[in-house]
């Protein structure tokens, strides 16, 4: 974004938090909902309106307004509030913000409503890390000059854990940070080292820092073992992003003990869908079945279909110490060799798991479905309990859905063998993927995103060792399950959204896009010979869609696909709903993967209390349960990405004499990175290497240019490069350019 762009953006937030202030505070003893203040400001734009709900949030956990009842908003103390947000830019002026470090330890201070962040040079730091909160001391701006200032206390620090490597000492030992960011060392005393050897890549955490002291003390808290080994920096990737890898012993134990056998005076309370035809779609490779689709014809020719979804919150119950630790994980975290999963295994893959001819509760969604338009007639939601008829891996499912046949051949089979289907399984099959097209159809129709991403995959051998890679495609089978999956979790959360009066719910919501991002979206596209719309939301989203299609398969498509993923908001989970753009829903929440997602937990159980009559619920507790639950979720992605460019460096080592075409997918002043068009991996090309010429920086072109030769390399270029480094412990991978590609 241009710093013209983010200052228009920012002031808009500015204008619109001072209205706030100015509408509170002129009638401090009366309440405000969003809908109100939005017309006292004469809010008309979905984005702005948006923007107030957004703001409202966060200056109430601020504390810097007040939320008498839920969505009601007053001020706190007049004068007080005037003062905490009149503050401007004066000589000397304390601001409370976010440190953005940068790998030479100089920082940027980010602060809520200031239109440009605050540079602090690495000598007024004073020991803040990355992504601590932090009061900085804003100096007086000289003309022409960035606005910087001085880190003058930590208020909270974002992590206390690192990892590092341990350089062993006689009488103590220091720990070198891996993380880039970190520009000191941790000395550790000798005797709280754990035993480590000199060279071990450790966890270590943050005991003190005397002001006088050139670096923090700290204490070796996990051992995970020698740099280079795989085991090791995959438990170094979840370690430093705070996420665990195995269960407290206290937890197995406790899981261990919850009786999950299948009761008959438990069946009298639900709903018996034993006898009707039930069945399961997932990767092969899948241990924990959410989900599973019952299909029956009813009289007046319509069809039943059952969303059926394992009932967690049987077996999670609050207060236990098994409730605290599925909320603390919040998500199973997908790694490229493993699931660290949120539930222990007895849950996640055995009692919780809906596996066939097994007697299981669910929480399900069952619809009566027109079979001519896929409308839906009637709807009930409730616990039942079920038996799935089968389980099929989604290549047996498309393959019934290519050839409308139940014969699935050796080859795809989960059985290892070849095997047929009942008739009446692919006419279930069939008829539910011919509904599923419909729906998607009137979504895509309604302006939902079509995001056909291709996903990096790995072949491993035994050691977990990268023997290939290839790429996992939606076909008509993932897409089935995905409808009514998003079925289900519009209707649930249609159904609590709707009422009156309005109850506390867990949403999904996805913001409309930042303007700025699809115009610098719309830049880099026009090169590949695409544009985009802007004449209104629907015309977006068409031309985002049109874009997605007409990329499929070209050279540019992860390119992309990547850029157009960013140019989206994030998704969150709240209890204030503002809908979901991506797939033009109104009302979205997550109801169909609670062995692997906590908020779906928390859907389930708000479900039954009000399908019970229960009242409303307290939303600042839920509130601050979707914020966990959504920094869990990104810090779990994180870890996710992570693990995939490990796994990509250790297959590029093996590839060190190869030459390969790659797409240039960014362009920077320290060099360019470069994306292989047959496996993804992506490394960088540093300018300092590029022999024949000085290149530099042109951040308009999105290139790099010869000063005296004029050639250029540019955003979206194909080039021929070959593996110049590879260092697993950093996740780093250079290459080296050896020109463009002629095709």
């Given at each position: 974004?241009?710093?013209?762009?983010?200052?228009?953006?920012?002031?808009?937030?500015?204008?619109?938090?001072?209205?706030?202030?100015?509408?509170?505070?002129?009638e401090?003893?009366?309440?405000?909902?969003?809908?109100?203040?939005?017309?006292?400001?004469?809010?008309?734009?979905?984005?702005?309106?948006?923007?107030l709900?957004?703001?409202?949030?966060?200056?109430?956990?601020?504390?810097?307004?007040?939320?008498?009842?839920?969505?009601?908003?007053?001020?706190?103390?007049?004068a007080?509030?005037?003062?905490?947000?009149?503050?401007s830019?004066?000589?000397?002026?304390?601001?409370?913000?976010?440190?953005?470090?940068?790998?030479?330890?100089?920082?940027y201070?980010?602060?809520?409503?200031?239109?440009?962040?605050?540079?602090?040079?690495?000598?007024?730091?004073?020991?803040?890390?990355?992504g601590?909160?932090?009061?900085?001391?804003?100096?007086?701006?000289?003309k022409?000059?960035?606005?910087?200032?001085?880190?003058?206390?930590?208020?909270?620090r974002?992590?206390?854990?690192?990892?590092g490597?341990?350089?062993?000492?006689?009488?103590?030992?220091?720990?070198?940070?891996?993380?880039?960011?970190?520009?000191?060392d941790?000395?550790?005393?000798?005797?709280?080292?754990?035993?480590?050897?000199?060279?071990?890549?450790?966890?270590?955490?943050?005991?003190?820092?005397a002001?006088?002291?050139?670096?923090?003390?700290?204490?070796?808290?996990?051992?995970?073992?020698?740099?280079?080994?795989?085991?090791t920096?995959?438990?170094?990737?979840?370690?430093?992003?705070?996420?665990?890898?195995?269960?407290?012993?206290?937890?197995?134990?406790f899981?261990?003990?919850?009786?999950?056998?299948?009761?008959?005076?438990e069946?009298?309370?639900?709903?018996?869908?034993?006898?009707?035809?039930?069945?399961?779609?997932d990767?092969?490779?899948?241990?924990d079945?959410?989900?599973?689709?019952?299909?029956?014809?009813?009289?007046?020719?319509?069809?039943?279909?059952?969303?059926?979804?394992?009932?967690?919150?049987?077996?999670?119950?609050?207060d236990?110490?098994?409730?605290?630790?599925?909320?603390?994980?919040?998500?199973?975290?997908?790694?490229?060799?493993?699931?660290?999963?949120?539930?222990?295994?007895?849950?996640?893959?055995?009692?919780?798991?809906?596996?066939?001819?097994?007697?299981?509760?669910?929480?399900?969604?069952?619809?009566?479905?027109?079979?001519?338009?896929?409308?839906?007639?009637?709807?009930?939601?409730?616990?039942?309990?079920?038996?799935?008829?089968?389980?099929?891996a989604?290549?047996?499912?498309?393959?019934?859905?290519?050839?409308?046949?139940?014969?699935?051949?050796?080859?795809?089979?989960?059985?290892?063998a070849?095997?047929?289907?009942?008739?009446?399984?692919?006419?279930?099959?069939?008829?539910?993927?011919?509904?599923?097209?419909?729906?998607?159809?009137?979504?895509?129709?309604?302006?939902?995103?079509?995001?056909?991403k291709?996903?990096?995959?790995?072949?491993?051998?035994?050691?977990?060792?990268?023997?290939?890679?290839?790429?996992?495609?939606?076909?008509?089978?993932?897409?089935?399950?995905?409808?009514?999956?998003?079925?289900?979790?519009?209707?649930?959360?249609e159904?609590?959204?709707?009422?009156?009066?309005?109850?506390?719910?867990?949403?999904?919501?996805?913001?409309?896009?930042?303007?700025?991002?699809?115009?610098?979206?719309?830049?880099?596209?026009?090169?590949?010979?695409?544009t985009?719309?802007?004449?209104?939301?629907?015309?977006?989203?068409?031309?985002?869609?049109?874009?997605?299609?007409?990329?499929?398969?070209?050279k540019?498509?992860?390119?992309?696909?990547?850029?157009?993923?960013?140019?989206?908001?994030?998704?969150?989970?709240?209890?204030?709903?503002?809908?979901?753009?991506?797939?033009?829903?109104?009302?979205?929440?997550?109801?169909?993967?609670?062995?692997?997602?906590y908020?779906?937990?928390?859907?389930?159980?708000?479900?039954?209390?009000?399908?019970?009559?229960?009242k409303?619920?307290?939303?600042?507790?839920?509130e601050?349960?979707?914020?966990?639950?959504?920094?869990?979720e990104?810090?779990?992605?994180?870890?996710?990405?992570?693990s995939?460019?490990?796994m990509?460096?250790?297959?590029?080592?093996?590839?060190?004499?190869?030459?390969?075409v790659?797409?240039?997918?960014?362009?920077?002043?320290?060099?360019?990175?470069?994306?292989?068009?047959?496996?993804?991996?992506?490394?960088?090309?540093?300018?300092?290497?590029?022999?024949?010429?000085?290149?530099?920086?042109?951040?308009?072109?999105?290139?790099?240019?010869?000063?005296?030769?004029?050639?250029s390399?540019?955003?979206?270029?194909?080039?021929?490069?070959?593996?110049?480094?590879?260092?697993?412990?950093?996740?780093?991978?250079?290459?080296?350019?050896?020109?463009?590609?002629?095709?």
């Open positions: 974004m241009t710093k013209k762009k983010k200052k228009a953006r920012n002031h808009r937030k500015n204008e619109i938090t001072k209205g706030i202030f100015t509408t509170l505070e002129k401090p003893q009366k309440t405000f909902d969003y809908k109100q203040i939005s017309a006292k400001l004469d809010l008309t734009d979905t984005q702005d309106r948006n923007q709900i957004k703001r409202l949030g966060q200056l109430k956990d601020e504390n810097r307004i007040e939320e008498e009842d839920q969505g009601k908003y007053k001020a706190v103390g007049g007080t509030s005037k003062n905490k947000h009149s503050g830019q004066n000589s000397g002026s304390n601001h409370t913000g976010k440190v953005d470090l940068t790998g030479r330890g100089d920082a201070v980010v602060i809520e409503g200031m239109d440009d962040d605050v540079f602090v040079p690495k000598s007024r730091v004073n020991k803040a890390f990355h601590d909160t932090v009061e900085v001391n804003v100096f007086k701006p000289r022409g000059k960035k606005l910087e200032g001085e880190v003058t206390k930590i208020l909270e974002k992590k206390t854990e690192f990892v490597i341990l350089d062993l000492q006689k009488t103590f030992a220091f720990v070198r940070p891996t993380d880039f960011r970190m520009y000191t941790f000395f550790v005393p000798k005797g709280n080292t754990m035993d480590a050897n000199d060279g071990d890549k450790v966890v270590v955490t943050l005991e003190s820092w002001n006088t002291g050139d670096s923090p003390i700290g204490k070796v808290t996990e051992v995970l073992g020698k740099p280079g080994e795989h085991n920096e995959i438990h170094a990737i979840l370690a430093e992003y705070g996420l665990p890898y195995d269960f407290p012993a206290e937890v197995e134990r899981a261990d003990t919850i009786d999950t056998s299948i009761k008959s005076e069946i009298a309370k639900r709903r018996d869908m034993r006898d009707t035809l039930t069945f399961t779609i990767p092969k490779d899948a241990k079945f959410d989900d599973a689709l019952s299909f029956e014809v009813l009289a007046n020719g319509n069809y039943e279909i059952g969303i059926h979804i394992a009932d967690v919150s049987h077996y999670v119950l609050p236990t110490i098994l409730e605290d630790e599925a909320y603390d994980r919040a998500t199973s975290v997908y790694l490229v060799d493993r699931v660290v999963p949120m539930l222990p295994e007895v849950l996640s893959n055995n009692a919780c798991s809906l596996r066939p001819n097994e007697e299981k509760y669910t929480f399900s969604a069952i619809f009566e479905v027109d079979r001519d338009n896929a409308g839906i007639k009637n709807q009930w939601f409730g616990r039942t309990v079920i038996n799935s008829d089968e389980r099929f989604y290549e047996e499912a498309q393959h019934i859905i290519e050839t409308e046949k139940g014969d699935i051949p050796e080859d795809i089979s989960i059985r290892d070849a095997y047929s289907v009942a008739d009446v399984v692919v006419k279930a099959t069939l008829e539910m993927d011919r509904l599923a097209k419909i729906m998607r159809e009137k979504r895509m129709n309604q302006g939902a995103l079509s995001f056909d291709l996903e990096v995959k790995f072949i491993l051998n035994e050691n977990s060792e990268p023997q290939g890679v290839y790429f996992k495609e939606s076909k008509d089978a993932n897409k089935l399950i995905e409808e009514f999956m998003l079925l289900a979790n519009r209707k649930v959360a159904f609590i959204g709707k009422q009156k009066p309005k109850k506390t719910f867990i949403y999904r919501i996805h913001d409309d896009p930042d303007p700025d991002k699809l115009m610098a979206l719309n830049g880099i596209i026009s090169r590949f010979g695409h985009l719309d802007f004449k209104d939301k629907k015309s977006i989203s068409s031309s985002l869609n049109k874009l997605l299609r007409d990329v499929k398969g070209k540019e498509q992860n390119l992309v696909d990547t850029l157009t993923i960013r140019s989206m908001s994030k998704a969150i989970y709240t209890t204030e709903n503002i809908g979901h753009y991506g797939l033009s829903f109104d009302y979205y929440t997550h109801f169909t993967s609670p062995i692997r997602r908020p779906d937990v928390m859907v389930h159980r708000l479900l039954q209390y009000y399908l019970d009559g229960g409303s619920v307290n939303a600042e507790a839920y601050k349960k979707c914020k966990h639950s959504s920094d869990m990104y810090l779990a992605s994180s870890a996710e990405r992570d995939i460019k490990y990509q460096i250790k297959f590029m080592q093996d590839h060190q004499d190869q030459e390969f790659g797409v240039i997918s960014g362009v920077t002043e320290w060099g360019i990175y470069v994306e292989i068009i047959e496996n993804k991996c992506e490394g960088m090309v540093r300018i300092s290497d590029i022999k024949g010429d000085y290149y530099i920086f042109d951040e308009k072109e999105y290139a790099i240019v010869g000063e005296r030769t004029k050639k390399y540019q955003l979206g270029d194909e080039v021929v490069v070959m593996v110049k480094d590879t260092d697993l412990m950093k996740r780093h991978l250079d290459f080296t350019l050896l020109g463009k590609h002629e095709a």
